[in-house]
C-alpha cells in the first residue's frame, strides 16, 4: 500500500477491507514473462496473473515498483493463458523504473479495479485512440473482432513511431472486413496525416453507434463536444493521478467523482456533468487543482 494512504487505509472499515480480497483485488506478486520495446517511449510488459485476465475492457491495476511508487495503469491485453499485457509509457520515475525491468523481474500489483467499457457488442462503434490510449481498447477490437461486430477504429500518434501495437491491430483486422482501420499521424509518416478528432468529426455525420474513445484529454473533450453536437453515444476513459485506486484518497477527484472508483470509464451523461473541469483542468500530486496543458 502506497506510504501516503496508509492511514485513510487504516480507517477503512473493515467490510471495505474484506469486500476488495473476495473480489480479487488484493496485493500479490508477479514476474516478468515478456519486455517489448512497443515505441521509443512505450514498453509492453507482460506477466501471467489470473485475476488480471479476468478483467473487462478499461479496467485497470495498480502497480508497485519497491522502494519507488505505486501508480495505475490499464491493462491491454489478455489470453486464455492468463498472460497480462500492459503498456507504460516512460514520464517519470516510476514508469523510468518500469522500463528498466527485464524478463524474471518482480512487481506488485493489486486490481483489477474500475468501471470498463460495456455494450459495445450492441452497436455500431467507432474507436477513437490516441497515443498510448490505445491500450484500454485493445481488448474491446479483439472482442470486436472475434465476435464480428462492424466498427472502425480510429488511431493516432504524433508520428509512425509512436503508434504503439501497430503489428497486434494488424493481425486482429486481418482478413475481416467488418473492421475499418483508419491510422493516422500528426507528420503524415503513416496513414491519414490529420488528428483523431478531426477525423471522427467526418465518420460521425450520419453515423447511429456509439463511440469509445481515450487519449489525451484535450482529444476527449473535442470527442465529447462532438458527440454531444450530433447526438452520438460515447463512453470515455480518463486518467488522473490515483494513489490507492479505490476512492478511498480523493487524488484523482475530477468535478466530484473519483475516477478509480466511479470511473476510468465514464458514459456521456457522466461526463456531461464534468464538463467544468473535463478538458481544462486536473490536480497535481498534493491535491491542487491546477490547469491542463
Not at 39 to 61: M, R
Not at 140 to 148: G, H, R
Not at 224 to 238: E, R
Not at 265 to 276: A, C, D, E, G, R
Amino acid at each position: 500500500m502506497n506510504r501516503l494512504n496508509l492511514k485513510q487505509w487504516e480507517k477503512q472499515d473493515s467490510s471495505l477491507k474484506i469486500n476488495l480480497l473476495k473480489n480479487n483485488c488484493g496485493p500479490r506478486i508477479v514476474e516478468i514473462k515478456k519486455v517489448k520495446k512497443e515505441t521509443p517511449t512505450v514498453k509492453a510488459l507482460t506477466f501471467h496473473d489470473e485475476k488480471c485476465a479476468l478483467a473487462k475492457p478499461g479496467q485497470f491495476i495498480m502497480v508497485w515498483i519497491p522502494n519507488i511508487d505505486e501508480i495505475p495503469i490499464s491493462i491491454a491485453l489478455t489470453n486464455e493463458e492468463d498472460l497480462v499485457t500492459i503498456a507504460v509509457k516512460k514520464v517519470g520515475e516510476a514508469t523510468e523504473a518500469l522500463h528498466n525491468l527485464t524478463f524474471k523481474d518482480k512487481i506488485g500489483i493489486r486490481g483489477p479495479y474500475g468501471t470498463f467499457f460495456s455494450n459495445y457488442l450492441n452497436d455500431e462503434v467507432i474507436i477513437a485512440a490516441g497515443g498510448v490510449g490505445i491500450a484500454p481498447l485493445m481488448n474491446v477490437i479483439k472482442d470486436l473482432a472475434t465476435f464480428k461486430r462492424k466498427a472502425k477504429i480510429i488511431f493516432g500518434a504524433e508520428n509512425k513511431r509512436e503508434l504503439l501495437f501497430l503489428k497486434e491491430i494488424k493481425k486482429l483486422i486481418f482478413n475481416k472486413p467488418f473492421l475499418n482501420f483508419i491510422p493516422a499521424t500528426l507528420d503524415g509518416s503513416y496513414g491519414v496525416k490529420s488528428d483523431v478528432a478531426s477525423i471522427l468529426e467526418e465518420e460521425i455525420k450520419d453515423f447511429k453507434g456509439q463511440v469509445l474513445t481515450c487519449g489525451p484529454e484535450p482529444m476527449i473533450y473535442k470527442i465529447f463536444k462532438l458527440c454531444i453536437k450530433k447526438g452520438v453515444k460515447l463512453q470515455a476513459s480518463l486518467e488522473r493521478i490515483m494513489k490507492c485506486g479505490i476512492g478511498v484518497c480523493g487524488s484523482c477527484e475530477l468535478a466530484g467523482f473519483r475516477v478509480c472508483k466511479d470511473g476510468p470509464v465514464f458514459n456521456l451523461n457522466l461526463l456531461k456533468l464534468m464538463k467544468k473541469e473535463l478538458g481544462f483542468y486536473k490536480r497535481d500530486f498534493s491535491g491542487n487543482l491546477i490547469k491542463l496543458t
